[in-house]
């Protein structure tokens, strides 16, 4: 079992590499986990630096005493993978966020499709890009993760576009694409951007503007996928393809 992981925002660490966990954080390792001295534990900033650290002792509910030497940095991965996921109804986008988040995704962009049910607007759209944020830091740190996804602002089509137009490999997930995913010619490095639709699929007029700024139709498989488990199905082809999971 790999080491549990906790989010903090600085390293440093008193004299003798002292570290405090404390906080949110903190709490959850001492009265969740109940780890102890002698336990391994990782700490992030969920940006690529990460701490190897042993626990020395607890102090109350909510603090862990931990021993932090020095600090590494892992390098982002190539080619890097960005999912734009069409806005799903219910609580089904943050199970895609939570997969998406597991396999590997590097970058998540929510859209507001045509054929969208749910449309975030006002309080309601901040409150759901803030529920897709808190379950991509904790999906992160379930998998154990040290670089956490990007979850941007709600994009528009044409912002959409304007993503695809500036990939490496753009590709849209669509019953009209005459090839595989899973065969697909894929960059080594650079950016690949993947258009996830909605449950009543892309609009047609949103395709061609897709195509327009360079993006081609792939399918996924012979069976239809809930729009909340297709991102996560095609980037675990991605990942495998591109050597990432090699």
Do not use: N
């Amino acid at each position: 079992m790999t080491a549990p992981v906790f989010v903090v925002e600085h390293f440093d660490a008193g004299g003798g590499g002292r570290y405090v966990l404390d906080g949110p954080e903190g709490r959850h390792a001492v009265s969740v986990k109940r780890l102890r001295a002698g336990e391994d534990v990782v700490l992030t900033d969920g940006a690529g630096r990460w701490a190897d650290c042993v626990v020395l002792d607890t102090e109350g509910k909510d603090r862990l005493i931990l021993q932090l030497d020095s600090v590494s940095e892992e390098p982002a991965e190539e080619p890097r993978v960005t999912v734009v996921q069409a806005l799903p109804k219910g609580d089904r986008g943050e199970l895609a966020v939570e997969t998406m988040t597991e396999v590997g995704v590097d970058a998540i962009v929510p859209w507001a499709a045509a054929r969208c049910i749910t449309q975030w607007k006002g309080d309601r759209g901040v409150k759901a890009l803030g529920k897709w944020r808190a379950t991509a830091r904790e999906a992160g740190k379930q998998s154990r993760r040290v670089r956490f996804p990007e979850v941007a602002e709600a994009a528009t089509t044409r912002q959409v576009a304007a993503l695809l137009a500036g990939a490496d490999f753009a590709a849209v997930l669509h019953e009209s694409g005459d090839t595989p995913l899973a065969t697909a010619d894929l960059p080594s490095t650079g950016d690949i951007v993947l258009v996830v639709g909605p449950e009543g699929g892309v609009a047609p007029e949103e395709l061609a503007l897709f195509e327009e700024a360079g993006a081609r139709a792939y399918r996924l498989g012979r069976s239809v996928l809930r729009t909340s488990t297709a991102g996560t199905a095609a980037a675990a082809v991605l990942l495998a393809r591109t050597g990432r999971w090699s």
